[in-house]
């Protein structure tokens, strides 16, 4: 077994000058910081008294999902011969809060595959199965990550 270490530096931002008097008087904004990457604005999801402009943990959570899907179907595709020439997917999630607390209940990726030739449409197809089970993040996670993959032929 291998380990490998992830880091990141994350600063609230959100102080208004009282701190955490009340609900209502602080600001949900974070700044994340890593080595060598360009800053991301976070904050809570709007419902949540969150600005809508940054990214919030819920989005962050699809984000990291389809890029592992992603990375792990690349992958997979050339394992198999399968040529692509473009990918791009548009996840959704469902989050269940009850009472303060809540978790995601499944999350469903819509990959849109476009392969080079018609012959590999079926395999192209099938991967997706394969790329689900060898994604680090799906893995890590308690609760079902499904995809309804939509597979195109380059300049059909």
């Not at 991301?40 to 592992?68: I, K, M, V, Y």
Request: aromatic share 8%; glycine share 8%.
């Amino acid at each position: 077994m291998t380990d490998h270490h992830y880091a990141l530096d994350l600063v609230w931002q959100g102080n208004r000058g009282s701190g955490t008097t009340g609900y209502r008087d602080y600001d949900r904004t974070v700044l994340l910081t890593a080595a060598g990457k360009p800053d991301l604005l976070g904050s809570a999801d709007p419902t949540f008294r969150g600005d809508a402009a940054r990214w919030n943990p819920e989005e962050l959570l699809l984000a990291a999902l389809a890029q592992c899907h992603l990375l792990s179907y690349l992958h997979s595709a050339v394992n198999h011969g399968v040529v692509v020439t473009a990918y791009d997917d548009s996840p959704v999630g469902t989050m269940s809060q009850v009472g303060q607390g809540g978790r995601f209940t499944s999350v469903t990726l819509h990959p849109r595959v476009t392969v080079a030739d018609a012959a590999m449409v079926d395999t192209a197809r099938a991967i997706h199965a394969e790329a689900s089970e060898n994604c680090f993040i799906a893995a890590s996670v308690n609760f079902p990550v499904g995809h309804e993959p939509v597979i195109e032929v380059a300049g059909s």
